[in-house]
């Protein structure tokens, strides 16, 4: 059985969460780096990361590894690679590339450069070369160049594997998909304890908890992954994965989960999300403020992410409901463990708890941190 050579990109401060959930997928060499997790395994273990993962943004599998100090050093080697073995004619393909600290300043030049090389690779093989789609590529390929170390790595997943596929509608500010089911990890969540999310919006964090819950892997909700187009594609292995995967799911969630919010028509987007993604019968969505959020079980998990107001002047109304949730928790939800999710250190002082432990998290660019409350 061939074995590959994996790295799964991931928002910064969620490596260690992938890499345990790689662990638990047949992933064997799993090494956590800063951006991402690699790991090596059989092409099996790459499609169970492409249909498990939760928390990772997608599946490279690393082709080729080479000095490249020039441009012409790149092209020669890119040019090497047996491209027309991946993938027919017919399809489609864009190249990507980041760059850091390396000579090739341009990561649209690098990208280039790698994209001549495939088209002339195929001119040279067929006399006729497949056409560059920037938008929709049926292949897609990325470069990474860390100073003069370039690794050619062809994209499994396509679309980024946050896109369930659920959300198609979206509340003001919702999470990206990865990162709750990210911060549900790092606070423990397994599914057979009860959830609460008072300030819910379009539903992420009780959608992603009720996936856990309900053992349904992520992948089965996408339609498609950029894999299915490749020549080795392995269809009856991807299937029996599939059907492998519907097998595991449980028929409800095995402990409440519950997501409220003040804005009745958040809610309504928050309700369509959980129906698209089949967990509405497991969620419990009220209307009503924070203040009167209650707990639905002893020894819980409540996670929240509050507006940060990153306008100016939004700061101050915001205050009160930092410090609203601080009174919530102490007064409503004894024998829990609160999370609170934002960026914003200075209306954070403002719920009046000490946290156990602050997760740096990333919010895109946006540097957040996770607070943990046990409440006693
Ligand atoms: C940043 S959004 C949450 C986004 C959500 N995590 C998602 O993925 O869609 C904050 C939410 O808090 C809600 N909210 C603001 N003040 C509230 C209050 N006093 N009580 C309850 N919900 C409130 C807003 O309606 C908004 O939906």
Known sequence: MDEYRYFVPAARGLEAVVADELKALQATEVQPQIGGVAFRGSLEAGYRANLW??????????????????????????????????????????????????????????????????????????????DVNTSAPDI???????????????????????????????????????????????????????????????????????????????????????????????????????????????????????????????????????????VLQDIRFEQRPLTEARPVGDHGILICNPPYGERLGVEKSLAELYKSIGDLLKQHFKGYTGFVFTGNLNLAKRIGLKPRRRHILYNGPIECRLLEFPIY
């Open 53 to 130: 993962l939760r928390s990772g943004v997608r599946v490279l599998l690393l082709l080729k590894e080479f000095q490249a100090s020039s441009a012409d050093k790149l092209y020669r080697q890119a040019l090497e690679v047996p491209w027309e073995k991946y993938f027919h004619l017919h399809k489609t393909f864009a190249v990507q590339a980041n760059i850091r600290d390396s000579a090739l300043r341009h990561s649209h030049y690098v990208a280039l450069k790698v994209k001549d090389a495939i088209a002339d690779r195929f001119r040279r093989v067929f006399n006729r070369r497949p």
């Open 140 to 278: 897609l390929i990325n470069v990474y160049l860390k100073a003069d170390h370039c690794q050619l790595y062809l994209d499994m997943s396509g679309e980024s594997l946050h896109r369930r596929g659920y959300r198609t509608e979206k509340g003001a500010a919702p999470l990206n998909e990865a990162l709750a089911a990210g911060m549900l990890a790092i606070a423990g969540y397994t599914g057979r304890q009860p959830f609460v999310d008072p300030m819910c919006g379009a539903g992420t964090l009780p959608i992603e908890a009720a996936l856990i819950a309900r053992q349904i892997a992520p992948g089965l909700l996408r339609s498609s992954f950029a894999f299915q187009h490749w020549r080795k594609y392995d269809e009856r292995l991807w299937q029996s994965l599939l059907d492998e995967a519907r097998h595991r799911r449980l028929l409800a969630a095995p402990a409440p989960i519950v997501g409220s919010d003040l804005q009745p028509r958040v809610l309504e987007i928050a309700r369509a999300n959980a129906r698209r993604a089949g």
